[in-house]
T-cell receptor
Framework: GQNIDQPTEMTATEGAIVQINCTYQTSGFNGLFWYQQHAGEAPTFLSY????GLEEKGRFSSFLSRSKGYSYLLLKELQMKDSASYLCAVRATSGTYKYIFGTGTRLKVLA | DTGVSQDPRHKITKRGQNVTFRCDPISEHNRLYWYRQTLGQGPEFLTY????????KSRLLSDRFSAERPKGSFSTLEIQRTEQGDSAMYLC???????????????FGEGSWLTVV
């Protein structure tokens, strides 16, 4: 079966660092993606990992361990505008390149 | 590059009516995806196309749903005999076909909100 798990909600303070975890079990793996989604809006692409290790993009970093089926998104120097849902998605192979999304982690950044 | 565009952005319809959504992908992208998202959930895969070929359709998609991409460019998603459970945001996304790295990222349109009353 296909399964992606993320915490439902997290709260952090402006200026702090937060780590959002994602574990996955899919039939095949060909990349893991993180998206940000503000309420009522479409998801926007944040980062992509296909090899083990850390990818850094400004205030955002994403880590992948394929052997553990685990990824995290690290947000540094949190700003109020970072309050959003963060979606973990896996591109599974199993004959086709379908993208499977988790339910998302709703992050609240407090002043 | 204008990104992925969807039309209409909002649709309110009565139960039993048919609705159609249109998606125009990023021009050089040959893969097009439809997802459905309800409140508090992640996007749920419905179907995808490579060029004009529909390569996969979710088992969750009932016979009332049909999608087309006749010329490999824009796509339409039609829902026949709508039910209240169809109320959701319908997201279209596009990408290049796999074969490399981050070029295979899918990019979403702004979504089409459907409310069935």
């Amino acid at each position: 079966g296909q399964n992606i798990d993320q915490p439902t909600e997290m709260t952090a303070t402006e200026g702090a660092i937060v780590q959002i975890n994602c574990t996955y079990q899919t039939s095949g793996f060909n990349g893991l993606f993180w998206y940000q989604q503000h309420a009522g809006e479409a998801p926007t692409f944040l980062s992509y990992n296909v090899l083990d290790g850390l990818e850094e993009k400004g205030r955002f970093s994403s880590f992948l361990s394929r052997s553990k089926g685990y990824s995290y998104l690290l947000l540094k120097e949190l700003q109020m505008k970072d309050s959003a849902s963060y979606l973990c998605a896996v591109r599974a192979t199993s004959g086709t390149y379908k993208y499977i999304f988790g339910t998302g982690t709703r992050l609240k950044v407090l002043a | 590059d204008t990104g992925v565009s969807q039309d209409p952005r909002h649709k309110i319809t009565k139960r039993g009516q048919n609705v159609t959504f249109r998606c125009d992908p990023i021009s050089e992208h040959n893969r097009l995806y439809w997802y459905r998202q309800t409140l508090g959930q992640g996007p749920e895969f419905l179907t995808y196309f490579q060029n004009e070929a529909q390569l996969e359709k979710s088992r969750l998609l009932s016979d009332r749903f049909s999608a087309e991409r006749p010329k490999g460019s824009f796509s339409t998603l039609e829902i026949q005999r709508t039910e209240q459970g169809d109320s959701a945001m319908y997201l279209c996304a596009s990408s290049l076909a796999p074969g490399g790295n981050s070029g295979n990222t899918i990019y979403f349109g702004e979504g089409s909100w459907l409310t069935v009353v």
